[in-house]
Each structure stands twice: as structure tokens, then as C-alpha cells.
């Protein structure tokens, strides 16, 4: 029964792992060149060794490797590790997102009068009494 079962996932496992082969196969193709049958290049991929979004994927791929094996061989504890990815992108995105932040916060304090704030029903009821206006109703 117990060996029945073990071979159940073993082949479950060989399954998922033939699948995940083939999709880091297909997704990493982008970086392969491409040649004529004449042996000339005719495509030589996406350039692996740029900077920017590339540079970034490869930290995440070197980060999973990591996380991987440390887990796998001293302690389930490394999972944490992945709070570097976001941790990294704010950081990196805090120089554009922050000017918009404290000048949404700015405009709104500078439009407000120093005094208390009041409703726009107080300041209209004021308005009127100043003027000396009675509003009647009819029916």
C-alpha cells in the first residue's frame, strides 16, 4: 500500500517537474539566437546583459535560487527572504511616487483658512444674517 502510494507521487512529481523543464525552457529561449541554414546569424536574441527590467528579473531568479536551497538544506525561515522584491521596488519607486504624495497633502493645507473649519450650511446661515435676509416659506 505505502510503496503503491509512493509511486503515485513519484510519478506526480516527475509530471510537474517535465512541466516546469519546459516552461523555463520556452519562457528562456528569448535570449537564444537564432541562425540561417547557411550558419549566419539571423536573430541574436534579446540582450541578456542589459540593464534595467532584465537586470531586475535576474535578481529575482538569483533570490529564488537562494531561497531554494536554503530552505531546502537549513530552514523553512529563508521564505522570508522574498520581502526583499518588494522592499527593493519601493524603494526604487519612492523617488516617483513621493513628490506626488506631499504635494496632494500641501495644497489641500494651503487652501484651508487658519480659523476653524465650518460647513458650508454655517458659512451660508452667516452669510444671511450678516445681510439681515429672512427667507419665508409659502405654501
Not at 50 to 72: K, R
Amino acid at each position: 500500500m505505502a510503496n503503491a502510494s509512493s509511486k503515485k507521487i513519484a510519478a506526480n512529481n516527475a509530471k510537474i517537474l517535465a512541466n516546469l523543464r519546459i516552461g523555463f525552457l520556452v519562457v528562456n529561449n528569448a535570449g537564444t539566437p537564432n541562425y540561417k541554414a547557411d550558419g549566419t546569424i539571423a536573430s541574436g536574441g534579446d540582450d541578456l546583459n542589459a540593464e534595467g527590467l532584465t537586470a531586475y528579473m535576474f535578481d529575482i531568479i538569483y533570490i529564488t535560487w537562494f531561497v531554494h536551497i536554503t530552505t531546502a538544506v537549513i530552514s523553512s525561515k529563508f521564505w522570508y527572504t522574498y520581502i526583499v522584491i518588494p522592499v527593493y521596488a519601493g524603494f526604487k519607486l519612492w523617488p516617483f511616487i513621493a513628490p506626488y504624495l506631499k504635494s496632494s497633502g500641501s495644497t489641500e493645507e494651503s487652501n484651508e483658512p487658519a480659523g476653524p473649519a465650518k460647513s458650508k450650511r454655517q458659512a451660508k446661515l452667516e452669510e444671511r444674517a450678516k445681510k439681515g435676509q429672512n427667507v419665508k416659506y409659502k405654501r
